[in-house]
């Protein structure tokens, strides 16, 4: 369908818990730009699979191809160190810590007071970030405020701007991204989504609202009891399609 | 930049007058009220005797706050700093009754108060037990451990270099507050312009957030212990300089005053909020209620239950703040 090469490959995926295969032999493909949604029933083996794929679980069997180079991804330094980066759901950010200072956290940038004491170099950090911040179009209040006083979207573009700092990021892995927001909140989320797919960043997305995968998703990858039970795109099937699969009906 | 103090507290959205006042840490008005209280009630407070005696009592519980400023910062608590100058002060001045340079003496003293914080540290981290108790543990333990070495004696005629870390003057200002000053503006530095404050109140405020980006978040907190360790092991010098002589009660209760005051500073119990002003501000609360008491002749066991209604005072307003920022924990 697209003549791009694939970002990532996973082919014949498996993992197991104590005798329980939670994943049993999952292929699919990821093409740069486009944005991906897994959905599937509770216990269909998605949230296992995106582990896999970034690191926080180790894969029993199967093979990970990370632009046509196999690729051994063994825990989240791994995945982020080819391009992977993991929004959590509760997004990891420190909530005490304004915006800038969020995005930094780890590798703040340093000057010199008077030419010898190092002290953190607050103003790079605050017009970096704004920068980053534009580039996902969003307009914070106030950097200064801590990010326990912005809203959940200001939230997911502190922490999307993050792996934005270090131009490594190829792909982006976000779990129910929109599950604990109003509204509002939502439609800012799915923008953000667009806004990163326009920059040929890759999203892979976990998620139960049909209606937002197929706003934004260009393919939809729908698992069942741990395996794929159709990858589908989502300007050529309707979202009755989507739940049949899901539920294990006949399309 | 200057903001380090008023980030203690919420930065409410006010306007005008209102707006600068309330980045002033609120302790500043406090601090006023008790000087035109004292005014009104003694003669003797404002003499400049009576100031420098306030900041040479202050000198010593400052220079532990600042070490315990960090360590509350990052969510934790140091309840064994008490016992711990009573230990590195014996040690200190046993080492130098026995001939050992004052010079080195005072290094080992330094090194011991660094390997407690560690051993509090590693406690923390790879025991998994709750700082609350790893440090009361400490907190009893050496306390022991120092009567026990010291046979209940005490030692004193302490040589003259010491004598001036706890009693010198420069200019008129006691040297114990040119100590503590010193040590203010260097955690003032650690705590607002370096990675280490950062990560401290970051891992105060997240730490599970602090780990996912490749911080050792047990390191930091054993850096913390330690730092904390360096400041009781300064304090102690300045203390057996001024008591000229240490005792196996040296720095007895001295940790509840020292929290006391770094929370009534608007470092937050919960972590993730600080500032090495507003500790400095509340522990002068404290030494100046201490004075005024002693100037009004009030008995001396009232003081400790000041203190300790004032503790309980801080962390119910602070509590209170936070409910109504609707921060639920």
Same mark, same amino acid.
């Given at each position: 369908m697209t003549n791009q090469s694939a970002l990532l490959e996973v082919q014949n995926l498996k993992k197991s818990f104590g005798g329980v295969q939670a994943v049993k032999g999952v292929s699919f493909s990821l093409f740069p730009g486009e944005a991906v949604a897994v959905v599937g029933d509770n216990g269909a083996g998605k949230s296992t699979v995106v582990k896999m794929i970034s690191g926080a679980y180790k894969r029993d069997e199967g093979e990970i191809r990370w632009n046509g180079a196999a690729a051994d991804i063994a825990n989240p330094d791994d995945a982020r160190d080819l391009g992977i980066e993991t929004m959590y759901q509760d997004l990891a950010l420190i909530p005490d810590l304004d915006a800038p200072g969020n995005v930094f956290l780890g590798q703040e940038p340093m000057k010199r007071f008077l030419g010898v004491l190092p002290i953190l170099d607050r103003r790079k950090m605050q017009e970096d970030s704004r920068k980053l911040l534009e580039r996902v179009r969003i307009n914070l209040p106030s950097l200064d405020r801590s990010v326990r006083q912005l809203s959940g979207g200001q939230r997911q573009a502190a922490a999307i701007a993050r792996f934005l700092l270090s131009d490594r990021a190829r792909l982006i892995i976000m779990d129910e991204?929109? =599950? =604990?927001?109003g509204v509002q909140e939502q439609r800012k989320v799915l923008d953000l989504i667009q806004m990163l797919k326009a920059q040929e960043m890759t999203i892979l997305v976990v998620s139960h609202n049909l209606e937002h995968v197929f706003d934004v998703c260009d393919r939809i990858i729908v698992f069942r009891a741990g395996e794929v039970a159709g990858i589908v795109r989502t300007d050529e099937v309707d979202k009755q399609t989507v739940v049949s699969l899901i539920m294990g009906g006949n399309t | 930049m200057a903001s380090q103090a008023h980030e203690a507290h919420s930065p409410d959205r006010q306007t005008g007058a209102m707006a600068v006042l309330a980045k002033i840490n609120p302790l500043v008005f406090v601090l006023l009220a008790l000087y035109i209280l004292m005014l009104l009630m003694s003669d003797r407070f404002f003499s400049f005797f009576n100031q420098m005696n306030i900041l040479r009592q202050a000198s010593v519980f400052l220079i532990i706050a600042v070490g315990q400023t960090f360590v509350i910062g990052s969510r934790g608590i140091d309840l064994s700093v008490g016992s711990a100058v009573g230990a590195v002060g014996c040690f200190m001045a046993s080492l130098i009754a026995w001939g050992v340079p004052v010079p080195f003496a005072l290094l080992l003293g330094v090194l011991m108060g660094a390997g407690i914080g560690m051993i509090n540290g590693l406690v923390i981290t790879k025991l998994k037990v709750n700082p609350l108790i790893a440090t009361l543990g400490m907190m009893v333990s050496l306390r022991g451990a120092t009567h026990y070495l010291m046979s209940d004696q005490v030692v004193t005629r302490l040589p003259d270099a010491i004598q001036y870390l706890g009693q010198g003057v420069i200019f008129g200002v006691p040297m114990p507050a040119l100590i503590a000053a010193a040590a203010a503006l260097v955690g003032y530095w650690l705590f607002f312009h370096t990675r280490f404050g950062r990560y401290t109140l970051a891992i105060g405020s997240n730490e599970n957030a602090v780990g996912l980006v490749g911080i050792s978040v047990d390191r930091m907190k054993i850096q913390i212990y330690m730092f904390q360790g360096v400041c009781v092991a300064i304090a102690a010098m300045v203390l057996i300089g001024r008591l000229n002589g240490a005792s196996p009660d040296l720095g007895l209760n001295y940790e509840l005053h020292i929290i006391a005051g770094v929370v009534l500073g608007g470092t937050a119990l919960y972590g993730g909020v600080g500032s090495i002003l507003g500790t400095v501000l509340g522990i002068m609360t404290i030494g100046i209620v201490e004075n005024a008491m002693v100037l009004i002749r009030a008995d001396f066991h009232l003081q400790r239950v000041l203190i300790g209604a004032l503790l309980i005072l801080a962390v119910a307003y602070q509590n209170y703040r936070r409910r109504k920022q609707g921060i639920s924990e």
């Open positions: 991204p929109t =599950a =604990a927001l | -």
